[in-house]
């Protein structure tokens, strides 16, 4: 079964940053499309790109859906398929290294120095540990050969 394609509208032609968007989305789902995926994998995400191409309303708006729905789709396809975008987890792991290493580690700062403005020294050593997981997942799934040849860009 093949993936759909995406299509642009009209009244959405002629904004660069809408069509790059749109392109390297479509070059993903080529990608994809070009390996084995389940049916029920690949109706989820054929759903998903008819209720894009049928969007009807603002730039803005449609901006906001695409955005919604090549999320829904990566992280589909990472999770059945175990195929992930380059950088793909360097990624996820940056915001949650900030998150779960550097809050904590800013606040142990915070109480130990007396002064809770040492709870930003955390976050980057917290992004530092995440952007390090996150790339040594990355360099084991393109090792695997489960990393796609191309990185989705915002």
């Given amino acids: 079964m093949e993936i759909r394609d995406l299509t642009i509208k009209g009244e959405f032609e002629g904004d660069e940053k809408l069509e790059k968007r749109i392109d390297n989305f479509q070059d993903y789902l080529n990608l994809i499309n070009s390996r084995d995926l389940d049916e029920e994998v690949v109706n989820s995400i ?34 059945q398929a175990k195929l992930v975008p380059q950088n793909y987890y360097r990624k996820l792991w940056l915001a949650l290294g900030m998150s779960v290493f550097g809050m904590p580690i800013g606040v142990v700062f915070g109480t130990s120095f007396g002064s809770m403005a040492y709870l930003g020294v955390g976050l980057p050593i917290g992004m530092a540990v995440g952007i390090a997981v996150g ?4 360099k084991r799934a393109l ?12």
């Fill in 135 to 138: 790339a040594s997942m990355d």
């Fill in 143 to 154: 090792q695997e050969g489960r990393q796609l040849d191309i990185e989705i860009f915002s």
């Fill in 46 to 79: 054929n759903s998903s790109i008819d209720e894009l191409n049928q969007f009807i309303g603002t730039k803005r708006g449609y901006k906001n859906k695409l955005v919604k729905v090549r999320s829904k789709i990566v992280r589909l396809v990472e999770k």
